[in-house]
Structures are given as structure tokens and as C-alpha cells.
């Protein structure tokens, strides 16, 4: 059966699901994953051979999916969606997108409380299960940002609302990604066969300061290019102390920061970055894949993605 009443979701193999068929195009609503279209070929791959389909990529479409629900159109799914292995947003950025969804469903009344069902609302943080989703609530609540209370209603405190104006200030309809690395001639490969591409092939533009026309002190330009910024890439093969400004700046501002360095200079990182998730890697080839999917991961595909 491939529409009506009774389906089985092709994400997460649920019953409670609405399927509608159009063409070859089948839109589903689904009580776990939320709403999400996608045509034949991909439903029969998802449904009859789901180990061929990267477990981080399920989790990443049933998150993108649940978001939808509510909200003007269904999440579109491309067969090349379904291909590959990414990495999947550390605790904190899942923890931050249970919050801003939580604000999206209360609205304009920042007294209200909304409802979280432990049992279907953990694709949210890019679950499995609902201890995931309890997982991020109980940080939420330990950084005072949310209330409980019974019956699994949560209320948004003031500090929690800061977080919320803080997350919704980053420029998320920004296509541009501002890269901070070495200018050294011996680095414009990474740039021209690693970083650039990876970037435009997750959809977005990338940007570095001296390929921009301007005439303004290059400092200043580097603070408006990063505020115009959707995220910022920063590669510390060389230790260049302007990398380290860059892309603590974009840290301030709540800015995704991506963190990279040739394997052999990682050790000599200054130990306040070093804790951070770093790709690492030994020639720009192998950079793209690893960086066009640590894009996809953190921030999602960009405007230009797929064309």
C-alpha cells in the first residue's frame, strides 16, 4: 500500500501515517517524523532496503521533516538525500534546535507552555529514542532556560528566551560562507580543490576576505563579511592569529564556527580550540567530501544546494 490511512512511514517504519499520492510524488504525514515528500522510487528503496540508507541520514531527514510539520509545505526529499554517510550537530546545536522549536510552537504569548511527547517528538534532536530527547531537556532545564511541569508541558523562562533571540539572530537566510585561513601560496589548493568546493556543493558561497572588493581597512571588512555570514569555516593549518580572531568573533556573534586543520598541525593548536571537533585532513581532495558534509550536518544544505 502506497497511500491512505495505515502506511508505513518510509523514515521510521511508523503505522500512524497519511500518505497521498500524486504522479509519482507520495506526500506522508507522520506523527513521529512530521511531513515530508518524496517520489516512488525512494519510498520502495527506504522501505525494502533501509540498510543501504546511512543511519545519520535517516536521523537528519526525520529531524528536518518533524520541523515541517505545521508550517507551509512539506520537507522535499531528493534521491541523493538518501546517499552517504555526515556526521550528525553535537549535543549542544540539537539541544539549541529542541529550543527554538519549542519557541516556534509557543508563539507570541512567551508565558504559554507547549507539550513535549517523549515518544514522538525526539526526531527533533535527531533521535533514536526518547532518551535522547530527555537527554536535551534535562540540559535545557539545568541551564535555566526551561521550566517542567506535569503531563510534559514546559515553559520557556526569560534566560531561555535570550537563548532563543540569541539563535534567531544568526543570519540563517544568508547564503555566503565566510572562510578564515592562511593566505600562504602554498595553501591555495585547500582552498580551490577542498574548501571552496565543499562549501558551493552544500549549496552556499564562499567567501574569503582577500578575494572581496573593498575599500575599507581590512579588519573591518572581515567584521561585516563575518556578520553577513550564515557560518564560518576556519582552518588553523598554519596558526595564523587572524584565523583564531575569526573565528572566535563568529563564536560571539553565535555564529556556527567549522573547525579544520592538516592532520600534522592539529597538535600545535592553542589548547582553547583544540577541544573542538576539527576535520582533519591530509590533502584537499579528502577535505570536500569531509567538510561538504560537516556543512550539511551543522547547518543543512544552502539555498543553492542541488543546482
Known amino acids: 500500500m502506497i497511500h491512505g490511512d495505515g502506511d508505513q512511514c518510509p523514515l521510521c517504519e511508523a503505522t500512524e501515517v497519511r500518505a497521498e499520492a500524486r504522479g509519482f510524488m507520495i506526500t506522508f504525514t507522520c506523527a513521529r517524523c512530521g511531513w515530508f515528500r518524496t517520489d516512488v522510487n525512494s519510498v520502495r528503496r527506504l522501505l525494502s532496503a533501509r540498510g543501504t540508507v546511512a543511519s545519520s541520514r535517516l536521523r537528519q531527514l526525520r529531524g528536518s521533516a518533524r520541523r515541517q510539520r505545521g508550517r507551509r509545505g512539506p520537507l522535499e526529499i531528493a534521491p541523493s538525500d538518501l546517499d552517504g554517510e555526515s556526521r550528525l550537530p553535537d549535543p549542544l546545536a540539537r539541544a539549541d534546535r529542541l529550543l527554538l522549536w519549542m519557541a516556534d510552537e509557543i508563539g507570541e504569548s512567551p508565558e504559554a507552555r507547549v507539550k513535549v511527547d517523549a515518544d514522538r517528538d525526539y526526531p527533533l534532536v535527531y533521535g533514536e529514542s526518547s532518551g535522547e530527547l530527555s ?29 532563543v533571540y540569541e539563535l534567531r539572530e544568526t543570519p540563517t537566510d544568508s547564503r555566503r560562507g565566510f572562510v578564515a585561513m592562511s593566505f600562504d601560496p602554498s595553501m591555495d589548493p585547500v582552498w580551490k580543490v577542498g574548501i571552496a568546493p565543499a562549501i558551493v556543493a552544500a549549496g552556499y558561497e564562499p567567501v574569503r576576505v582577500d578575494r572581496v572588493e573593498h575599500n575599507d581597512k581590512i579588519c573591518d571588512r572581515i ?21 583564531y580572531f575569526e573565528a572566535g568573533f563568529a563564536l560571539g556573534l553565535g555564529l556556527p564556527v567549522i573547525w579544520l586543520a592538516r592532520e600534522d598541525a592539529l ?39 542541488g543546482s
Open 135 to 163: 537527554f536535551a531537556l534535562t540540559f535545557l532545564h539545568e541551564q535555566g532556560w526551561i521550566e517542567n511541569f506535569a503531563g510534559g508541558e514546559f515553559q520557556i523562562k526569560m534566560p531561555g528566551w535570550v537563548r
Open 223 to 243: 567584521v561585516v563579511e563575518i556578520r553577513r555570514a550564515r557560518f564560518v569555516v576556519a582552518d588553523f593549518t598554519g596558526h595564523r592569529q587572524g584565523v
Open 267 to 305: 597538535a600545535e593548536a592553542h589548547f582553547d580550540t583544540r577541544q573542538y571537533n576539527h576535520i582533519k585532513w591530509k590533502t584537499p581532495e579528502e577535505l570536500l567530501p569531509a567538510l561538504r558534509d560537516r556543512i550539511l550536518a551543522t547547518i543543512g544544505a544552502g539555498p543553492a544546494a
